[in-house]
């Protein structure tokens, strides 16, 4: 504390008049908000100079880009303390809770959100535009052997945790083959590293950026698959997909972007950050025997049900074991969810309208009976409403997306009401004559719009055809 008042003094001319300790980082160094004349700066006491070094080059570089982050304004002889400018007190992690815990961000979270998301490519390549990637700590460059650490690290601290037999042999060879495929780009781009809403500072209304110290050269992907793929936040699809667009319109301003090649590459790195957070949290949860982040497991997992939505065929054994841990009941209860389930049925009216077993009642039941019915043909009886052939019948004919727009109006409203009001459960049916394609169809396309619009629990069963699933 001596050696920061100091500094405090040798920059302001006079010694702090108060020094208030700020909670611990996730690292071993300590902060300390100084205050006097009329000032406030923030003084790090840090315990690697190699990690000092790294984050005050970093930081001198980024503002010669004109870039958000901390002016260093004194360092000590040792390099083991520093006074930086104070940006407040607003973390972006804390400005948008009250959308994290209901599923609904409001305009303004919305708005913080897409800022940072807007900021981030002049970061990526403006901040990797002269620097000296030798400052970097532990090491200069997104590579091979960092794929390495963090697989095994996936592999032994929680797939091996969970009891979930592999081979191993096998499992590696999908490994490379994965690793192979993150480092296809070779760019003189910078990877934050730890791109997250705890790292982000708001100040008048603009993201500021903290804690990069850990960062390199690295591929671009990384850091958006981080921010927007960050277990917790629980993120609508339909706010991911804003996020994404808002990142790619900025990255326009630097390079020409092929979306959907980038939208590729994205996935990769989704599915890389998601392995590597659930073998941080079985460290920490399974080793550490820290509730918290066993606590964290089933929000990884659904981001991780959703990926595979779309399997990955090139990984045909990583697919196969991580589809294997997605539906583990004993991995998947998350404790205190009070998010709002909405249980979605389809049904055909001859055999009884589905009970509600949750016990609160109300809800909607739609007749789907009114809309051109494909079963009246022979052709289709084979099929059901999730099968192509009824999908184009259907929605050639029109009637049915009429029908659901209608839906989707007074449903929406209803969730979002049941939100505010922390309501725990809503039944939608949907009913037609055969309880195979037309209220299938309903309940599938209910069940994907409500995922991408809230952040809820879902539960889609399909009864005439004995199918139930969770989303």
């Known amino acids: 504390m001596e050696i920061l008042a100091s500094l405090f003094q040798q920059y302001s001319g006079a010694l702090p008049s108060q020094v208030e300790e700020l909670p611990a980082s996730g690292s071993h160094r300590r902060y300390y908000r100084l205050f006097g004349e009329g000032t406030s700066l923030i003084g790090v006491v840090g315990t690697?100079?190699?990690?000092?070094?790294?984050f005050i080059t970093l930081s001198r570089h980024f503002r010669s880009k004109g870039l958000h982050v901390p002016l260093i304004l004194a360092e000590s002889e040792d390099g083991l303390c520093y006074l930086q400018e104070?940006?407040?007190?607003?973390?972006?992690?804390?400005?948008?809770?009250?959308?994290?815990?209901?599923?609904?961000?409001?305009?303004?979270?919305?708005?913080?959100?897409k800022c940072t998301m807007a900021q981030l490519p002049r970061l990526q390549l403006l901040g990797g535009e002269g620097l000296d990637w030798s400052v970097c700590f532990p090491q200069e460059r997104f590579d091979g052997r960092m794929i390495d650490f963090d697989l095994n690290y996936f592999k032994y601290c929680f797939l091996k945790a969970t009891g979930v037999e592999f081979n191993e042999i096998r499992l590696q060879d999908d490994f490379e083959?994965?690793?192979?495929?993150?480092?296809?780009?070779?760019?003189?781009?910078?990877?934050?590293?730890?791109?997250?809403?705890?790292?982000?500072?708001?100040?008048?209304?603009?993201?500021?950026f903290i804690d990069y110290q850990g960062g390199r050269r690295g591929p671009v992907y990384y850091d958006v698959a981080s921010f927007i793929w960050q277990a917790r936040s629980r993120y609508p699809e339909a706010l991911k997909q804003e996020l994404i667009r808002t990142y790619l319109d900025a990255l326009r301003q630097f390079r020409p972007v092929d979306e959907k090649q980038f939208r590729e590459r994205l996935r990769l790195f989704v599915l890389f950050r998601t392995l590597q957070v659930l073998g941080a949290y079985g460290f920490r949860g399974y080793f550490e025997k820290k509730p918290h982040f066993?606590?964290?497991?089933?929000?990884?997992?659904?981001?991780?049900?959703?990926?595979?939505?779309?399997?990955?065929?090139?990984?045909?054994?990583?697919?196969?074991?991580?589809?294997?841990?997605?539906?583990?009941?004993?991995?998947?209860?998350?404790?205190?969810?009070?998010?709002?389930?909405?249980?979605?049925?389809?049904?055909?009216?001859?055999?009884?309208?589905?009970?509600?077993t949750s016990g609160n009642g109300g809800g909607y039941v739609f007749d789907c009976r009114s809309v051109n019915n494909p079963g009246k043909y022979e052709y289709y009886r084979q099929f059901n409403g999730t099968d192509p052939e009824v999908i184009k019948f259907l929605e050639d004919d029109g009637e049915i997306i009429t029908f659901l727009d209608s839906v989707y109006a007074l449903v929406d409203a209803h969730v979002q009401?049941?939100?505010?009001?922390?309501?725990?459960?809503?039944?939608?049916?949907?009913?037609?004559?055969?309880?195979?394609h037309r209220s299938v169809y309903c309940a599938e396309h209910l069940a994907r719009h409500l995922m991408d619009k809230f952040n809820i629990k879902l539960k889609l069963t399909h009864r005439e055809m004995n199918m139930e699933k969770m989303l």
Not at 179 to 204: G, H, P, S
Not at 417 to 435: A, D, P, W, Y
């Open 294 to 356: 066993i606590s964290s497991v089933p929000y990884a997992l659904q981001n991780l049900r959703t990926l595979l939505q779309t399997p990955f065929s090139q990984y045909p054994y990583l697919n196969g074991i991580l589809e294997e841990l997605s539906v583990k009941p004993e991995l998947n209860l998350m404790q205190d969810d009070h998010r709002l389930e909405v249980q979605i049925y389809s049904f055909a009216f001859k055999k009884g309208i589905p009970a509600d």
């Open 417 to 436: 009401r049941f939100i505010e009001r922390k309501f725990t459960h809503l039944q939608v049916s949907f009913g037609c004559t055969g309880g195979q």
């Open 48 to 54: 690697s100079l190699e990690e000092n070094r790294a």
């Open 177 to 208: 083959r994965f690793k192979a495929d993150l480092l296809l780009e070779d760019e003189d781009t910078f990877l934050y590293r730890d791109f997250q809403a705890r790292n982000v500072m708001i100040r008048d209304g603009e993201p500021w």
């Open 86 to 113: 104070d940006l407040g007190n607003d973390i972006l992690f804390n400005l948008v809770s009250k959308g994290r815990e209901s599923g609904l961000y409001s305009e303004e979270e919305v708005r913080l959100l």
